[in-house]
Nanobody, 127 residues
Framework: QVQLLESGGGLVQTGGSLRLSCAAS????????MGWFRQAPGKERVYVAG???????????HYADSVRGRFTISRDNAKNTLYLQMNYLKPEDTAVYYC?????????????????WGQGTPVTVSS
């Protein structure tokens, strides 16, 4: 069983930056595909970015079109922690951000393919 705990959300102005963290416990973190998702009020949860394990120490980063070039996903396996650096934030980035872990198969951007979820951290971008 994997437990995930997000932190780092908050209120920021348009154009500002935030870094989200997701601390993982249980399981073998380095072998999980990890993802960030977000859910805006009244909307479905959607994919933001993922970092997939390809074997050994090789990872693959992938981004939704809406955040590519502004957000960077990374992981520190020694600290069992996933990160999301968010730059040039826009009001439309306002949402609760969730990290998720996928324990098998290949990378996915689908909510239903992830096995474990954190409780979420809210991000609000003011205009």
């Amino acid at each position: 069983q994997v437990q995930l705990l997000e932190s780092g959300g908050g209120l920021v102005q348009t154009g500002g930056s935030l870094r989200l963290s997701c601390a993982a416990s249980g399981g073998t973190f380095s072998r999980y595909h990890m993802g960030w998702f977000r859910q805006a009020p009244g909307k479905e949860r959607v994919y933001v970015a993922g970092i997939a394990w390809l074997g050994g120490s090789i990872y693959y980063q992938h981004y939704a079109d809406s955040v590519r070039g502004r957000f960077t996903i990374s992981r520190d396996n020694a600290k069992n922690t996933l990160y999301l650096q968010m730059n040039y934030l826009k009001p439309e980035d306002t949402a609760v951000y969730y990290c998720a872990a996928k324990s098998s198969g290949s990378h996915s951007s689908s909510v239903r393919d992830y096995d474990y979820w954190g409780q979420g951290t809210p991000v609000t971008v003011s205009s």
